[in-house]
């Protein structure tokens, strides 16, 4: 696999079920839903391609959909399969590992759409190793599009998280900087990131970056109009 930057490596989270999808994932992994003219995997990768480094993707549900499509379109991109069994968001980062070098290491999700600035670049430029485990990055609730539910964290005013499920909760984006060394450390074969952030906020090492642009999330078919309209205006 060869590079394309010179920033962290990433991790595209694309192994889900894509169940909030209903009828349009019958037939089809929802990373290769289509918002605007191209798939969502797509999407993740032009923005891990706009200021990381290597880049991995793991696939679980109809994986041999995502394998044939980066065979095609991206054949520098690792495919970390996960068979028998889907890992979970933790651990599947842990499984990927092997291809991913940096330090710190980013993760994306591939049901996301961004306007605005890489969200690499923001991520990367408020990273600080010393304080920091993990660095969410993060945006309020008005410029997260098709959201829905409660918030997730609220942010101190050194930076530092805590959870908050309110409405007035700022929104992860799935966009993060993470030292890797947190989740090669964790016991488990199948995990969630939650269990990682937990810790970090715990010894006060988890940190949030807002995103100065917009976000849509698109893991329901509403969320395809939502995102479209999003890009349309940008």
């Known amino acids: 696999m060869t590079a394309r930057g010179t920033g962290p490596d990433v991790m595209i989270l694309a192994a889900g079920y894509g169940i909030r ?9 929802k990373p290769l839903i289509a918002v605007a003219g191209r798939t969502l995997l797509d999407h993740a990768i032009a923005a891990a391609r706009d200021g990381g480094g290597r880049i991995a993707v793991n696939a679980h549900y109809r994986s041999d959909q995502i394998a044939a499509h980066l065979a095609a379109r991206h054949p520098d991109v690792h495919l970390s399969d996960e068979q028998p069994r889907i ?12 291809h991913l070098r940096t330090h710190p290491i980013a993760t994306l999700n591939a ?13 990367t430029a408020a990273w600080d190793g010393a304080r920091m485990g ?18 997730d ?16 909760g700022l929104i992860h984006t799935g966009a993060q900087l993470l030292d890797p060394a947190l989740i090669a450390a964790h016991p488990g074969t199948v995990f969630s990131m939650l269990d990682i952030w937990q810790d970090q906020i715990d010894r006060g090492r988890l940190f949030g970056a807002i995103y100065p642009g917009s976000w849509a999330d698109v893991g329901h078919p509403e969320g395809i109009v939502q995102a479209e309209a999003m890009l349309a205006d940008a």
């Open 21 to 29: 999808m209903g009828a349009l994932t019958a037939d089809r992994p």
């Open 111 to 123: 049901d996301a759409v961004w306007a605005g600035p890489g969200p690499l670049a923001t991520l």
């Open 153 to 168: 964290v609220a942010i101190d005013a050194q930076g530092r998280l805590t959870w908050d499920r309110t409405d007035t």
């Open 87 to 98: 890992l979970d968001s933790g651990g599947g980062v842990k499984h990927a590992l092997p």
């Open 134 to 151: 993990a660095l969410m990055l993060l945006v309020p609730r008005a410029r997260a599009i098709g959201r829905q539910g409660g918030g």
